[in-house]
């Protein structure tokens, strides 16, 4: 009997282990892709702040849409309002930061749809532009939420077995581990 607590118990050990090693690529991954998104983050904001600084819209040639988009951007009289671009995806479709959305040109207006009808490009800007703006200054604390929980939990399984704690205690020294941890 004592043979067997003792092969189960290495066997769990082993376990232990390997769930550990998992939970640390894991935390790594998170990391990184914390590290990526704080880029994209970075790099969208740089190009932002280049395209303000030279406040042209250059539109794609043959593009009627485009064309009197770029109008509206190279002639608006308050351009530091307008603080999210649009980014066009194709003919009449552009992503305005997180907001896909559909223009298109009538008489010389600029309209964009949003859900079952059509905004003034006017009216667009001044109802989304806070909304978007917001999403890029907020920290997403869900996600921050999420990524505590899971290093808590990682932490926590670390200290569910005596004999673990024991033997396991390099690898939980781990330089890597604590810098996620923090």
Do not use: W
Request: glycine share 2%; hydrophobic share 30%.
């Amino acid at each position: 009997m004592q043979q067997e607590l003792e092969s189960c118990s290495d066997y769990i050990l082993s376990l232990e282990e390997k769930v550990y090693k998992a939970n640390k690529t894991m935390l790594s991954l998170l990391q990184q892709l914390k590290e990526s998104e704080q880029e994209a983050e970075g790099l969208y904001e740089l190009v932002s702040e280049m395209k303000q600084n030279i406040s042209v819209y250059v539109p794609v040639r043959k593009d009627a849409i485009d064309k009197r988009l770029a109008e509206f951007i190279n002639n608006y009289p308050d351009k530091h309002k307008l603080k999210v671009l649009f980014m066009r995806e194709s003919e009449g479709i552009y992503s305005f930061r997180s907001k896909r959305v559909a223009i298109r040109v009538e008489q010389e207006k600029i309209n964009i749809r949003v859900g079952g009808g059509y905004l003034s490009i006017d009216e667009f800007l001044e109802q989304y532009t806070p909304i978007e703006v917001q999403k890029m200054e907020r920290k997403d604390p869900f996600k921050k939420a999420n990524e505590r929980q899971l290093i808590q939990k990682v932490i926590r399984q670390r200290d569910t077995s005596p004999k673990r704690n024991k033997s396991l205690t390099h690898l939980y020294n781990d330089k890597s581990l604590q810098s996620v941890k923090n």
